[in-house]
């Protein structure tokens, strides 16, 4: 089991910038996600589903808009709940859960989502109760057997649909950032909360069980899914600014804690490094390009 205070204290620390630093970068991987979501459940209600990750652009006709608004979702490991928002235009109604009361009330107020505190591995809601669950980067620092059989089980039987999004192998990006700071952090460093330093060094159940695709695809299946389907792939480019994109690197408080612990000499060092390599992701000199490379998973419970 991942260490909860540990989770919950990153979360705390993260939550009053989530919105202004990460949601910038996160909001479009969302809304291609929530557009996938809406094509793949219209495909599979109206029995044309062959190929989720080959479908061809599919307008969703008014009578299938109808038939997806009857319908409920639930959004595990919501944070500041930008899937449940997008989700909300395209389904009657959406629920978002999470672990960190300080990701909720940082979540702007929308009147179509009701955001509820909750633990993945025991939610909080009747058997069978949603047609429709989601997850974008909520699941991975969850122990998947326990937290897949928990949504599995609020899932309705006969239909209900799973879709997941992951991060797959570790993008360069992210890469640099961890070294260069690694490189220029005082020699003596360390997270100076305990919980959080104990959560940041160990191993993730959910990568040590899931690290590919086809491990997605063997775990939903071992779960009694019906259809699985399950890949990995630069799905979108996100296009920001080079300063949104370095704000939301160093939002995370494993990173943004050893770059504040750098003498002003080391961080000006990182920035003008840093920024050189975000560079080389730039058409213009100003913009970045980024293509992280994700899992997404769509299962139909049987
Ligand atoms: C990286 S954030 C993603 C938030 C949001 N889905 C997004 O795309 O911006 C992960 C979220 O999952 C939540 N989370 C992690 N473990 C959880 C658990 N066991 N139960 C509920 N929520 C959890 C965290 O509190 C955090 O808000």
Redesign the pocket.
Known sequence: M?N?DG??S??TQI?AR?EAD??PV?AP??ADFAEWIGACSAAYLDGTLDDPFAMEETRISPTMQQRLMAMNAL??????????RTLATTFQSVV?????AA??AAAPPNPRTTLIA????QLPFRANAFRLAV????????TPKQ?LRSVTRVLRPNGGLLFL?EWGALDDLARAADDLLRERQPSDFEIPDEALRAFLSEDSPWYAQLSDADDYFDSLKRLGYQQVWAREAAFVNVEVSIETFIRYKLAWPSRRLPYLAMSADQRSAFDAKFREHVQRYSHDGQHVIWSPPLIRAFAVKG
């Open positions: 991942v909860r989770l919950r990153l979360y939550a989530y990460v949601i996160f991987l969302a959004d595990i490991g919501t944070g500041t709940g930008i899937l449940a978002g859960v999470d672990l960190s990701m909720l909750g633990d993945v591995h997850s974008s980067f909520g699941l991975n620092t969850t937290s999004q």
